[in-house]
C-alpha cells in the first residue's frame, strides 16, 4: 500500500509539475514567430507601404498597406501564429483583386515589430491600438475585419466592440479554452492564459459575419465552427464549409475566392 502511494505522490508531483511548465511557457506553445532584420527588403507584385504603429507603452509594430486605385474599402487582417509578413503578405493579392486595400501587421516579437507577447489583454489592446490608426484613413463602414486561424480571437473582439462593415473568420476556434481541451483534456482549463473567447465576441457582434472553414483542417477541428461558433451566429450569418480544406492554404482555396468574391461585391 505504501508503495502505492508514494507512486500516487510521484505522479501527482510530476502532473503538477507540467501544469506549472505549460503555465509558464504558453507563449512559446501558441506562438511561432519569425523575426526579419530591420532591414530587410519586401518584394510583391503590387504596391504597398510599410507603416509603423506605436502602441500605448512605446513599442513599434510593423504592418504592411497594400492599395489600389478606387479601392471599396478595407480588408483589415490579423494573421496565424506563425510566420511574419514576409509570407502572409502573399495573401494581399486575392482581396486587392476584388478591389479592396489591405492592411496586415505584425504581432509583437513577429517580423519588424518589436517587443514579445505576454499577455491576452495586451494582444486586444494592440489590435485596438492598430485598428484606430486605421480608422483615421477609412470609414469604419467601409472595414472588413479578417482574421486566420490565432487571428479570429481578436478579429471577433474587434468586431465586436467596434463597427466594422463585415467579419470574416478563416478556420476559426470557439475559444482557445476549447481546444486545450481538445487537445490535451489532462490539463485543467484554469492555467491558460489565452482563452480567447470567440464565441462570446461573435455573439456580441452586429456586422454580418461569415466563417469558412476546411471540413477536413488538422489543426483546429472543424466541429469548432460546424457545430460550435455555428450555434452562435445569426440568422442572417453564414458557415461556408470548405471540401477537403486543410488549416493552410485556404486563401488560394478556388471555392474560398468564389464565395468571397460574391461577399465582397
Same mark, same amino acid.
Given at each position: 500500500? &505504501?508503495? +502505492?502511494? =508514494? +507512486?500516487?505522490?510521484? /505522479?501527482?508531483?510530476?502532473?503538477?509539475?507540467?501544469?506549472? %511548465?505549460?503555465?509558464? #511557457?504558453?507563449? *512559446? /506553445?501558441?506562438?511561432?514567430? @519569425? @523575426?526579419?532584420?530591420?532591414?530587410?527588403?519586401?518584394?510583391? *507584385?503590387?504596391?504597398?507601404?510599410?507603416?509603423?504603429?506605436?502602441?500605448?507603452?512605446?513599442?513599434?509594430?510593423?504592418?504592411? /498597406?497594400? =492599395?489600389?486605385?478606387?479601392?471599396? $474599402?478595407?480588408?483589415?487582417?490579423?494573421?496565424?501564429?506563425?510566420?511574419?509578413?514576409?509570407?502572409?503578405?502573399?495573401?494581399?493579392?486575392?482581396?486587392?483583386?476584388?478591389?479592396?486595400?489591405?492592411?496586415?501587421?505584425?504581432?509583437?516579437?513577429?517580423?519588424?515589430?518589436?517587443?514579445? +507577447?505576454?499577455?491576452?489583454?495586451?494582444?486586444?489592446?494592440?489590435?485596438?491600438?492598430?485598428?484606430?490608426?486605421? &480608422?483615421?484613413?477609412?470609414?469604419?463602414?467601409?472595414?472588413?475585419?479578417? $482574421?486566420? !486561424?490565432?487571428?479570429?480571437?481578436?478579429?471577433? =473582439?474587434?468586431?465586436?466592440?467596434?463597427?466594422?462593415?463585415?467579419?470574416?473568420?478563416?478556420?476559426?476556434?470557439? !475559444?482557445?479554452?476549447?481546444?486545450?481541451? *481538445?487537445?490535451?483534456?489532462?490539463?485543467? !482549463?484554469?492555467? /491558460?492564459?489565452?482563452?480567447?473567447?470567440?464565441?462570446?465576441?461573435?455573439?456580441?457582434?452586429?456586422?454580418? +459575419?461569415?466563417?469558412?472553414? $476546411?471540413?477536413?483542417?488538422?489543426?483546429?477541428?472543424?466541429?469548432?465552427?460546424?457545430?460550435?461558433?455555428?450555434?452562435?451566429? &445569426?440568422?442572417?450569418?453564414?458557415?461556408?464549409?470548405?471540401? $477537403?480544406?486543410?488549416?493552410?492554404?485556404?486563401?488560394?482555396?478556388?471555392?474560398?475566392?468564389?464565395?468571397?468574391?460574391? #461577399? %465582397?461585391?
Amino acid at each position: 500500500m &505504501k508503495i +502505492i502511494w =508514494k +507512486i500516487a505522490g510521484i /505522479l501527482l508531483l510530476f502532473y503538477v509539475a507540467v501544469c506549472i %511548465l505549460v503555465y509558464f #511557457i504558453q507563449e *512559446h /506553445l501558441l506562438f511561432f514567430p @519569425k @523575426k526579419l532584420p530591420a532591414d530587410y527588403s519586401f518584394h510583391f *507584385h503590387q504596391p504597398f507601404e510599410e507603416q509603423q504603429i506605436r502602441m500605448n507603452d512605446g513599442t513599434l509594430l510593423h504592418g504592411l /498597406l497594400f =492599395k489600389r486605385d478606387s479601392a471599396k $474599402g478595407l480588408i483589415f487582417y490579423l494573421h496565424g501564429n506563425a510566420g511574419a509578413l514576409d509570407t502572409w503578405g502573399e495573401v494581399a493579392a486575392t482581396y486587392t483583386r476584388l478591389r479592396y486595400d489591405v492592411f496586415i501587421f505584425d504581432y509583437r516579437g513577429y517580423g519588424k515589430s518589436g517587443g514579445n +507577447i505576454k499577455s491576452e489583454a495586451q494582444f486586444y489592446e494592440d489590435a485596438q491600438t492598430v485598428y484606430d490608426s486605421m &480608422k483615421k484613413m477609412y470609414p469604419e463602414n467601409k472595414i472588413t475585419i479578417l $482574421g486566420y !486561424s490565432v487571428g479570429t480571437g481578436t478579429a471577433a =473582439k474587434l468586431a465586436a466592440v467596434n463597427h466594422p462593415q463585415r467579419l470574416i473568420l478563416q478556420a476559426p476556434y470557439y !475559444s482557445m479554452t476549447d481546444m486545450a481541451n *481538445h487537445q490535451y483534456p489532462f490539463l485543467p !482549463s484554469f492555467i /491558460l492564459k489565452y482563452p480567447f473567447p470567440t464565441y462570446k465576441y461573435v455573439q456580441a457582434t452586429t456586422a454580418p +459575419i461569415t466563417i469558412f472553414h $476546411g471540413d477536413q483542417d488538422e489543426v483546429i477541428y472543424y466541429e469548432s465552427s460546424a457545430v460550435k461558433l455555428k450555434a452562435c451566429l &445569426k440568422p442572417a450569418d453564414t458557415l461556408i464549409t470548405l471540401p $477537403g480544406q486543410g488549416h493552410n492554404g485556404m486563401t488560394e482555396n478556388p471555392d474560398y475566392k468564389a464565395a468571397l468574391g460574391r #461577399i %465582397l461585391e
